[in-house]
């Protein structure tokens, strides 16, 4: 019990990720806003910076460690993709707002992991928060903060672990595949989300098999009481829920954004994230009741059998307790009881008792109380 | 049990149609957004693509096997009704979109079958997307992913499977009948929409059937536990309103949309399919009512039998305990017990026993405890 | 049960006027749109057509067997008001559709009885569909489908049934009562629909009364089932709630609607109109609440009632098994137990029993428990 | 039971004031709309009016009869407040609605207790209609109609009762304390209302205090059951809120309305009254859920209870039914029991009984069954 | 229990601080409106008045006993910060209220504690009302009225209480950290509400602790009930929401309020105003929906118990009823019954008994009724 409680705790969807500790709060209260402060848990010693910068007849990848050491220009004729991977290095935050030249409050939010998925709109650049949930090795779902800052000609993408799921994107800038050397920052942008976006399909895929094992599981076995298992994947779905919805309403506003950094043709590619989107959050919502139905399902199986048990033992009580007043009868000091002297009386009184002990049975079998 | 269960399966509502399975997800992640993957099951060798080329004086019909065999050109005087059966061909889906100049991303949502209804807009053309619903033979209920492209003077449908409800509006271009072939384009997309909606009539006629059927059982035999085919008629009714709930939104946009492609004239007949997609949402809706009430039905009827029974056990005992009582009583062993020197003591006591036993069942039944 | 249940068949809310039966919708899909087919129930013969024609100087009444026979010209000097019983004859509403000039998707939803309230503007024409609600002799509720056409110097009222609420209004334009006869058309609109609303009150006046004294007979008789009764009164109440429902929306848009045909000054009866359409709407809200309440007072009598038969069947039985063991007891044939041998210890014995039970009765009832 | 079932329909929220008796709609149906039918229940043999006439430097107020003997002039330099105590003298009410030159409906809505609260825009005036709540000496809740008509430079009140909140607001005058004699016929609206929402804080405390009487009892003695009075407390709730709910769009239709009869610096006390209205409705929405938290709790101590007293009572039954059997053992009349032949056979049979009870009774407590 | 009740009296949530008693409205009501009284509960004797000037050059700090003493003329070159705290001296705030030129109706609401939180715009300031959260010493959680009116260089800030959480930014104004000496009043605004804001991160953070403690509990040891502890971590919950949820509304008015008071480089700060005050609603409104699987999972869990319970003490009663019934055959009368003539009858018996007992467990544990 004191195992799977500790497990749960892990996934606890309001405690993990989403309210920051009272100690960074009580940091951060003591700055005035602006002031970067890193609310996660994972502290990376050596925060790695890769950069991409390409055209459609062009393109150079590095890695630097410290940012400060990256001193090419922000060229408009080259998009640059800025990817760095943790956020504990503050420093490395506070150089790259100077750099792009961010509001004060960005790198704020780029830090603080407890932010929710959210779109921000400023002259320059437009900044865009969501999650990454993936499952760790324990099958356990983690939910990653990943910022996005997209500019004229230049993506910052800003997460707060190592490893993603851009390798694609990655491939198809080395190889010049698809659109994206021959589109702007506006189109890796998109590419970007939609990657994450596809990987949560995968997922709520995870999720899926989950549910459906549990649900063949209940019907095939039923005398089971599965409600904590059932309590778990709730709060899976719960956190997955959390982390996508804001997403909705992100997306939304991307595709109505009426600003110079996304062009119209990228437009239409912003609908088609929004489509995904939705379909997305609507599964979730299905798993939602789904699950709902399968607690209904559990806690009627429980009711059901708790109740099956019940009846057979009363009906065996109901069976003998007439019987044993037969007997108490027959054990009666009464000077004169004329079955006592019958010869076969004892024989009697047993074929009586087995004949109400067969016919009661017969009787409830009859009624269908058996 | 098992048998139940597969069947079951077979319609679950978020694994069927509606999220697509893993493998399908990992291969699309690898290739850049746009790229046009069949999703669905159905693999179809020989797609076949049925071409409608009519005026109101002229009408051609035609039908090829592989669409770049099909070298006609786009004539703005004739209205051209391409019909594709089968999305597998992804080939043929390439080529028709390079013909008709359509945006990259429309084939793909044309291929994904897990794609819910929606109405994009574009320069040239409408894309709508919408859910076929029918019953097979073993009355199954099964979706068809459904595509419906616009253009100032054609019509694409590219249909998941064979066999459709279209089969009235090709006799009535043949045989003129009616409005359509004096009208445009945006007529026949209409009539093509009118079909499917007055054929999702049907599916909820169907479903109709089955709960009254499922309802009157419940009444006339309220002893049985109803509770799996209820729970398998309440996923029928959620996989319907999850096919056609979104088709409101598509109808409704579709009635607002400002766009040269759907003439005035139309507008109006447009309305009218809006009104029937909201009767067909509504009587969808009173079916989850209920079933939600057949639920609640089924779980009293088996709460109250549960509670019939164990009144009735628990009143057998009750009479019996007092009388096991007293035959303990005479068969104690004083020495001095006056009963039990008289003469009839024992025929006075079955006298007593009698009495008390018929005495509980009147005063039971007059208390309508029994 | 039977007959109740068939009783309960016929106020079901979803197949007796709202759902098109299956061979209804068949046939029509084998039409074009457009197409004139009655889906009501009632064959009227010969389908009476009475025709007002009036101005505040002069009232003319008419009726006509068939429409083609009333050659009248349409005039603006004075207000016609065509009021048609049945709609069975389509061969009268296709006359009139060609008379007014109606735009043909009218006439198929003013014989289609499932088409829900609406309303619906075209140049020429308002379009309002309705649905009058009255108690037959056998106090069932019946769904009448009405639809109402307005124009500039008409209202054309087409009924499913003979007999109506209009009698007031009939009266009020042969006296010349009130403003009907110095006003125009859309004041005889407002007139007509008012009357409708105002029989609402009474449909709904009778619910009251039968949940008034189904409440009472629960308060009054806790000890019975309501429930069957009350999901009656639930279906009455939804059935009620269907047709009203959409009526505020017509309403509503007709308050808003930027047309000719609905003077200015009648806009402000309009307004009135709205008023009452809220009102009976809210009454219905509330009687959903009642019967909602209604149904957890029944099923928590239900649960005390079951309650306090067992704890009273299992307070007798609690009482009785230690007196069984004492009698058990002195059963027992121990070579010496000294009580068997005392003069008196029958009595004494019957003393103790005696004290155990009333002493027990007491306890229970000081702790409340009988 | 009789009794109790009585006073809770004297609050039915749904029968006393917010539905028009039958005869009263057959009456009214017999009419054309805009005639004067009283439709509540008090008839007021002598309606007494008021009427107040000043301005910053003149004061004079009146008491008249019948209003036709009123014949000052509507002069723009006072303000004129005319209060009809009583809506029975329907003549009266004709005879205002001339002099003001209202419109023929506004009446009939006066008249009209059922009318719930609404602000309807007139070109020359305001109607507003409210529910005045209060407490008659039973601690009934009562519901009172009030109309409010603001014109240029008069306010007509029409009170369905003698004697109202009014007072304060007649001393400002008269002393011409606050803003009230400077200020317009806008200003004396706002005042009334403002008493009248004041007054609705009044009521709310009155149900704070049974709720909070309530919620003690409950935690006190939670053997009781107080779901009839919960239901009646429920019951008064929901009449409260019925009565206030629609005020919220009224203020807030006359905090937008734009209207030569508010002037500007008006508006920001409508503002503050649209402030209170909402406090007022925010408390009733916590006092809905406090009783639905109240029922829950209710009925959970009434099953906790019942659950405890099975508990104890099977406890006792398990207790005696193995010590009933190791009795009947010693009953047995088997030829050769050792047992039964020891000296103190019986004493050790007494002392294992003891042990059995008094180890079970410590056994069941150790687990916390007892 | 009943010092339990007392605790959670305290933290009643509708009646602690959200509703005036009713003799401050009777006294209120008295008055014409406008008119300032204090409805909160703590009078203090000696309201001190903290005034900061200052602008980037220059920084002045005076405490000042009664306001009329502060005769510093309002300066636009410097911005004024009054802090005023206490409430219960309404000549200061008359005072206030004169020198600023505030509407007569703003003070009203600054002495009035159950008004909840809003935002009014007047020609010429801004008021802003909301509540601080702490908890006291005894773990309780508290609410203070904030009244905070926005002028174009001075902002009033009136707080119900000694003590806030606005040392920091008196720091940063003596220190001349961080942005706020450069910047004008509506910055210095936006800095109060974040300091609030941020501290409801440490409320709910509090709360939070509450619940996953309670959540440990009811995992480890389920077998207690609490219910009660539950119901005042809602009570709680709700108190905060309250608090909290208006402030939604507040700060969405604060981002889109076009007034010359907030300066567009500002409302960049306050749209992350919006952002934090979201996540606090949203995290609450997760503990709301925790705290109700924690009641369900309560409730599960004594169910569950009592029925293992009743599980156990009916399976001993079915095993010892047949024995009984088998002790009572030995102890009948007959004459002749073999058995009793037997050497080891008696132990036979014995034998049958232990068989019969274990054969029992046995077939209960298999069937996992045990």
Chains 1, 2, 3, 4, 5 share one sequence.
Do not use: C
């Amino acid at each position: 019990m004191k195992r799977l409680r500790k497990q749960l705790k892990k996934v606890n969807p309001f405690t993990s990720a989403n309210v920051m500790s009272k100690n960074v709060i009580k940091e951060q209260m003591s700055h005035a806003p602006g002031h970067v402060v890193y609310t996660g848990s994972k502290e990376i010693k050596d925060v790695l910076i890769d950069v991409f910068d390409y055209n459609a007849t062009f393109v150079e990848e590095e890695t630097v460690h410290e940012f400060s050491s990256y001193t090419k220009d922000t060229d408009e004729k080259t998009v640059t993709w800025v990817n760095v991977n943790g956020l504990s290095d503050t420093q490395a935050l506070t150089d790259i707002s100077h750099k792009y030249d961010l509001h004060p409050l960005v790198m704020e939010d780029v830090a603080n992991t407890s932010q929710r998925p959210k779109l921000d709109e400023y002259p320059d650049h437009l900044f865009i928060v969501f999650k990454m949930l993936y499952h760790d090795i324990d099958g356990k779902l983690n939910t990653e903060h990943i910022s996005l800052i997209l500019g004229k000609s230049y993506v910052l993408l800003m997460q707060e672990y190592d490893g993603d799921v851009f390798d694609g994107i990655r491939d198809r800038i080395r190889l010049s595949k698809g659109r994206v050397r021959t589109t702007g920052a506006d189109y890796l942008m998109y590419a970007l989300m939609d990657a994450v976006i596809d990987h949560y399909f995968i997922i709520i895929e995870t999720l899926s098999d989950k549910i459906e094992d549990l649900e063949e599981r209940i019907y095939t076995n039923p005398s089971e009481n599965y409600s904590q298992e059932i309590q778990q994947l709730k709060k899976e779905v719960i956190q997955v829920r959390r982390s996508i919805f804001p997403l909705r309403e992100v997306v939304n506003k991307l595709e109505k954004v009426d600003n110079h950094l996304i062009l119209k043709k990228t437009q239409v590619f912003v609908r088609d994230l929004y489509d995904h989107t939705i379909q997305v959050i609507e599964t979730v919502e299905v798993y939602r009741d789904t699950i709902a139905g399968l607690m209904d399902m559990n806690s009627t199986n429980i009711a059901n059998r708790m109740n099956e048990v019940m009846k057979v033992l009363t009906i065996i009580a109901t069976i003998f307790i007439p019987m044993t007043f037969l007997a108490g009868i027959y054990g009666m000091n009464f000077e004169h009881i004329p079955e006592l002297q019958m010869q076969n009386g004892y024989y009697y009184f047993w074929g009586a008792m087995v004949f109400i002990f067969i016919g009661s049975i017969i009787y409830f079998k009859r009624k269908k109380w058996l």
